[in-house]
Each structure stands twice: as C-alpha cells, then as structure tokens.
C-alpha cells in the first residue's frame, strides 16, 4: 500500500482554505493546518486537532519557529505545501486603504503574512519537499494585476510580489524536484468578500461568484501527477474577469 502523502496549508480555517482541507481529506491525504485560530472541533476531518499547528504569520519570529513544528509531525517527507493565508486589512467602516493612508507598519503585517511566510516556510521544508518531489501552491489574486475597487494597495503589491516569487521559487526547486505554482482566484464566495462585489459580478462574463470547491480543485491539480510538468505557472480562477 501506497504511503498516505501530506499536505501543509495555511489560512486553513475558512473559505478556500477550508475547501482545500475538505479536497485533500477526500483524497485521503494526510492535511496539516496551519492558521491564527486554535482548532475547531467541529471542524469534521479525522485527526484535525493532532494535525492543526496554531501560528501568527504576521510575527517573523513564530514562522520560523513553526518550521520546527511541522517537521517534527511530517516524518521527512512533504508532498505539497499550499500557501493560502492571507490579510486585506481595510480603513474606517471598510474603506479601501490605498498607497496614500496604508501605514507602514500595516505594510509590514500584510507583507509578512502574505508574501514572506510563504518563501520562509517552503525554504523551511525544502528537505522534505524535495524527499518527496512535492509541489508548492501559492494563492495569490487578481488584484495582484490590477486595481481592486475593496482590495488595498498592500494586499494587492503583496500578491503581486507573491506572483513573482512563485517564479523565482520554481526556477530555484526545479532541480530539487519540487514544483512550484500559483493560482489567482478572482470573486470567490468567502468570507473575505466585500459588500458591493454583486455590482462586479454582474460585469463578470460568467455572471457568477466561484465557489472555494472551485478553487480547491485546481490547488489538488497542482498538487497531483496530472499536473506533473507544470511548474512556475499561474492559473487564473476567475471566471474570465481579467479578459
């Protein structure tokens, strides 16, 4: 019998990152989550608490030393690594925080939880990604091409860069065996959706919200040998909004 193969994902606790959870679990994949919130018991997966790690992306410090945690659960081997947390910190009553009024220090906490975490961790677990050919997932967006009427300047260049670190990541792994690839949802019905995205959606050519089963389907192509020589790639997941 083949040996169960393990997943570690961030920003597990909701919306896509649940999806993914749920995909992966399916798939009889072992699932280590990793997100600010302890475990939630009525989370439905078997050894979800055994297999959650509580961290704060946002502190430099507490990435790193969740490095030690997570290898001291995975056995020396890692078949995928999905970078899914993110934060898109908003202004008074939700406002949109653009490039004039994002103060520096929220720069910092986006920056570090959305792009940094992402290369900290796999360069972390390059050991036991690379022991079993695994496969690197970051999730970045469509704002990270274009001005987003909710999301802000931070989240956005977070993203962008983030885009561009997955390239620099696949040229880097490729020799390890390790690919590396990124996916940019676009409107996907979460929790981190703003109110006014019905107004986008009717623009949309397929006039519709994606569902995070929709995006945890294209994360599990990159994870698995149908996807076996794709790497250093972006795969939009947005309905046709960037055309």
């Known amino acids: 019998m083949a040996e169960q193969k393990t997943i570690v994902l961030t920003g597990a606790s909701r919306g896509i990152g649940h999806a993914t959870v749920k995909r ?27 297999n959650h ?3 704060d992306l946002a502190d430099p410090n507490k990435t790193i030393a969740a490095i030690e945690t997570i290898k001291g659960k995975i056995n020396g081997r890692l078949d995928a690594l ?44 390059k050991a036991e990604l690379a022991a079993a050919k695994g496969s690197v997932v970051n999730v970045t967006s469509i704002a990270g091409v274009r001005v987003h009427p909710f999301a802000g300047a931070a989240y956005a260049t977070s993203k962008a860069a983030l885009a561009a670190l997955t390239r620099e990541m696949a040229h880097d792994f490729g020799p390890l065996g390790v690919r590396v690839n990124a996916i940019a949802p ?7 959706l703003s109110p006014g995205t019905d107004k986008i959606v009717e623009r ?10 929709e995006v945890a389907d294209v994360i599990w192509f990159l ?6 020589y794709i790497s250093g790639a972006e795969i939009e997941v947005n309905g046709a909004q960037h055309v």
């Open 82 to 125: 999905v970078n899914n947390a993110g934060i898109s910190p908003k202004g008074e009553g939700g406002a949109r925080l653009s490039t004039l009024d994002t103060d520096l220090r929220t720069w910092g906490q986006v920056f570090h939880v959305n792009f940094f975490s992402s290369v900290i961790l796999a360069r972390g677990l």
């Open 223 to 228: 994870c698995s040998d149908q996807s076996s």
């Open 204 to 213: 949309l050519p397929m006039q519709r919200l994606g569902q995070p089963k």
């Open 186 to 192: 676009g409107e996907v019905e979460t929790a981190i």
């Open 24 to 50: 992966f679990s399916a798939e009889g994949w072992r699932v280590l989550t990793c997100s600010r919130q302890p475990f939630d018991p009525r989370c439905p997966w078997p050894g979800g608490e055994d």
């Open 53 to 55: 790690i509580q961290i």
